[in-house]
């Protein structure tokens, strides 16, 4: 009854899916690589770049370039420390996708491409971003 | 000269796209670092130095490269990870509408942001 199936080779692209393919998810964080875990984290920190903090951003520049009312407003609103602490956790997400991105940029044209410094520059990123939003932290609380 | 032809398939946007999304990012980058460095050197605190720092023509016109090389850039990564999680084409598409007219509406926001005084 499968004469005529079983007479060809199967190939990968026209073999039907096995029903029982086993799935590998792992979504927990902390078994991670640290290659993995900055390729994650800029994903995700650029997707939050693009909302809600780039329309954030914009709203806080119309009302500090806006008049001396709206910039006095806004100053205060920075005071409160919950409004520090969100933004020290945005600062963090730029800092992340600046230097994961100047990774990247060195991995396309070939610079520390291999296993051991790809994991040494993984860590260098995690490391520099998390300096970047302590400075930046300290500067602004 | 013996050349490489490849089967003619897909809308061969795909590399253009990869090599501006690195493009804007060094763009960007350049502007982070100029703006931090301006900050450092000027330290506004009141709105007349923040107005200041922005009302220069040089200023204005960096600004203004940085939200179009933004623009870009997001629009490609956006559009890689709705590609990437939504399979769905109808939602996909209509997220895709979404994300383009949000960026369009952030960069008229900024111009008019940066020249409306």
């Given amino acids: ?141 | 000269m013996k050349r490489y032809i490849k089967t003619p398939v897909g809308a061969h946007y795909g590399l253009g796209d990869w090599l501006l999304q690195r493009l804007t990012a060094v763009v960007m980058a350049v502007y982070t670092v100029g703006f931090l460095a301006c900050l450092a050197m000027h330290a506004p605190s009141t709105h007349a130095d923040w107005k200041a720092v922005f009302s220069g023509t040089f200023a204005r016109v960096a600004t203004m490269l940085f939200f179009v090389a933004l623009l870009y850039h997001a629009w490609v990564g956006m559009r890689d990870i709705l590609m990437d999680y939504i399979r769905a084409t109808g939602l996909r598409l209509a997220l895709q509408m979404a994300v383009g007219l949000a960026l369009l509406l952030y960069l008229i926001w900024s111009a008019s942001i940066l020249w409306s005084r």
């Avoid at chain 1, 007479?7 to 899916?17: F, G, L, V």
């Avoid at chain 1, 770049?49 to 500090?64: D, H, K, R, S």
Wanted: charged share 15%; aromatic share 12%; glycine share 6%.
């Fill in chain 1, 1 to 141: 009854m499968e004469s005529a199936s079983s007479s060809r080779p199967a190939s990968p692209t026209t073999r039907p899916a096995s029903p029982r393919r086993p799935k590998y998810y792992d979504l927990n964080l902390a078994h991670l690589p640290p290659p993995g875990l900055v390729s994650i984290f800029h994903r995700v920190s650029g997707a939050l770049l693009f909302f809600p903090i780039l329309p954030g951003l914009l709203y806080v520049l119309q009302m500090v370039l806006g008049s001396e009312e709206s910039f006095a407003g806004c100053r205060e609103y920075f005071t409160h420390p919950l409004v520090k602490l969100a933004v020290i956790g945005m600062i963090w997400l730029y800092a992340h996708h600046f230097f994961a991105g100047i990774r990247y940029l060195l991995l396309d044209v070939h610079v520390g491409i291999m296993k051991q410094p790809a994991r040494s520059s993984a860590i260098a990123v995690l490391v520099l971003g998390a300096l970047a939003t302590v400075a930046i932290a300290w500067r602004i609380w």
